[in-house]
């Protein structure tokens, strides 16, 4: 399948022995020092931030936009739903992914001082999803560094089109995106193992009703189904003010009052279960009577052609939603065995 019309940007960031993010890094270290110049510290790629996002940077700071998407105006100064891809040299002739941002919003020019995280003081880049590869973890990638029509060693970036806006000829960047999509890769930070278990489930429930789900479709319905309930609460008089991520999707007001919105989207009709994390759950508890819950059923999902597709579907709101305890079941663990 060619995935390459996609919205892409590579770049080069330093190696480091570890990144700050990373579960159990707490003490992140980078080899080079001109990884933090001019306030740019790459480290801190892969760390959310307290209002639940991640911000990127690397040493050039500003990107082409229309290089990224040639659909853009030409005074547009962000381009969003862009997979971002780092990678990093960590040998001779040794160049490897170590993570990549899903539907990022990158800026024209670095921005500074809008993060409430004190580490985080300039970035070009923002997203809720961002998977990052442990040291272990992180794997070989074909990427023509060097060679003609690949990644520039001394520039580091990579677009996929042209300075004249034609799109490339990059027949390499299918293997790439193929390995990304299909790469097990979590969030860092919190939820990590109950977001995995979350799609996972989610997935399994689909397939045990017929429909084919993977990581890929699973990110098409959650994207369709955040746009459909923008769409629903605006119509129903809420301003959006913001998509978070986690603990819950999106914020809305109404007057004076914030609401809360969590956001399940599934092929299944009628939609009679939906899985929650922990903190979703304990994050609808908390925020009540201003939290609710959008679900979106019986999506229609077009796999067969090169970008999935969804349609359709019908929606649930359940508003204030707090999950009552006898209806909530336990489908994993986790248990803190005694020191050695």
Same mark, same amino acid.
């Not at 000829?169 to 960047?173: F, K, S, T, V, Y």
């Not at 045990?208 to 789900?213: N, Y």
């Not at 990110?219 to 629903?232: H, N, T």
């Given at each position: 399948?060619?995935? *390459?019309?996609?919205?892409?940007?590579?770049?080069?960031?330093?190696?480091?022995?570890? +990144?700050?993010? +990373?579960?159990?890094?707490?003490?992140?270290?980078?080899?080079?020092?001109?990884? /933090?110049?001019?306030?740019?510290?790459?480290?801190? @790629?892969?760390?959310?931030?307290?209002?639940?996002?991640f %911000?990127?940077?690397?040493?050039?700071?500003?990107?082409?936009?229309?290089?990224?998407?040639?659909?853009? @105006?030409?005074?547009?100064?962000?381009?969003?739903?862009?997979?971002?891809?780092?990678?990093?040299?960590? !040998?001779?002739?040794?160049?490897?992914?170590? !993570?990549? %941002?899903?539907?990022?919003?990158?800026?024209?020019e670095?921005?500074?001082?809008?993060?409430?995280?004190?580490?985080?003081?300039?970035?070009?880049?923002?997203? *809720?999803?961002?998977?990052?590869?442990?040291?272990?973890?992180?794997?070989?990638?074909?990427?023509?560094?060097?060679?003609?029509?690949?990644?520039?060693?001394?520039?580091?970036?990579? %677009?996929? +089109?042209?300075?004249?806006?034609?799109?490339k000829?990059?027949?390499?960047?299918d293997?790439?995106?193929?390995?990304?999509?299909?790469?097990?890769?979590?969030?860092?930070? !919190?939820?990590?193992?109950?977001?995995?278990?979350?799609?996972?489930?989610?997935?399994?429930?689909?397939k045990?009703?017929?429909?084919? /789900?993977n990581?890929?479709?699973?990110?098409?319905?959650?994207? =369709?189904? #955040?746009?459909?309930?923008?769409? /629903? =609460?605006?119509? /129903?008089?809420?301003? =959006?003010?913001?998509?978070?991520?986690?603990?819950?999707d999106?914020?809305?007001?109404?007057?004076?009052?914030?609401?809360?919105?969590?956001?399940?989207? *599934?092929?299944?009709?009628?939609? !009679?279960?939906?899985?929650?994390?922990?903190?979703?759950?304990?994050?609808?508890?908390?925020?009540?009577?201003? %939290?609710?819950?959008?679900?979106?059923?019986?999506? @229609?999902?077009?796999?067969?052609?090169?970008?999935?597709?969804?349609?359709?579907?019908? @929606?649930?709101?359940?508003?204030? =939603?707090?999950?009552?305890?006898?209806?909530?079941?336990?489908?994993? +663990?986790?248990? #803190?065995?005694?020191?050695?």
């Open positions: 399948m060619k995935q *390459t019309k996609r919205k892409i940007l590579i770049v080069h960031v330093n190696e480091m022995e570890r +990144y700050a993010g +990373y579960p159990g890094d707490i003490d992140p270290r980078e080899k080079h020092n001109h990884a /933090s110049k001019d306030g740019v510290s790459e480290r801190f @790629n892969f760390k959310r931030a307290p209002e639940g996002k %911000y990127g940077a690397w040493c050039k700071g500003k990107a082409d936009l229309r290089r990224i998407d040639p659909q853009l @105006n030409k005074n547009a100064a962000t381009v969003d739903g862009v997979l971002l891809i780092f990678w990093a040299t960590v !040998g001779k002739g040794d160049y490897r992914i170590v !993570g990549w %941002y899903e539907d990022a919003t990158i800026w024209k670095a921005q500074t001082n809008r993060c409430k995280d004190r580490d985080i003081k300039r970035f070009i880049a923002e997203t *809720t999803r961002c998977f990052p590869l442990p040291r272990e973890e992180k794997f070989s990638a074909p990427l023509p560094v060097g060679k003609k029509g690949g990644i520039s060693p001394h520039f580091g970036h990579w %677009y996929a +089109y042209s300075k004249t806006l034609e799109r000829n990059a027949p390499w960047l293997r790439i995106i193929s390995s990304i999509d299909s790469h097990e890769a979590t969030p860092p930070n !919190g939820d990590k193992d109950d977001e995995s278990a979350i799609d996972m489930d989610t997935a399994d429930d689909e045990r009703h017929g429909f084919l /789900s990581a890929r479709i699973r990110r098409v319905i959650e994207l =369709f189904a #955040e746009k459909k309930a923008i769409e /629903s =609460f605006k119509n /129903s008089g809420y301003t =959006f003010v913001q998509k978070v991520g986690k603990p819950f999106l914020i809305f007001r109404k007057g004076s009052q914030q609401l809360f919105v969590e956001v399940k989207g *599934t092929q299944v009709a009628n939609g !009679g279960r939906i899985f929650l994390t922990y903190n979703e759950v304990k994050c609808a508890k908390d925020k009540q009577p201003n %939290y609710a819950l959008f679900l979106l059923h019986s999506i @229609n999902v077009n796999s067969d052609v090169e970008e999935p597709t969804a349609s359709g579907g019908v @929606n649930r709101i359940i508003n204030p =939603f707090q999950p009552k305890d006898e209806r909530l079941k336990a489908i994993s +663990y986790q248990y #803190e065995l005694d020191p050695i």
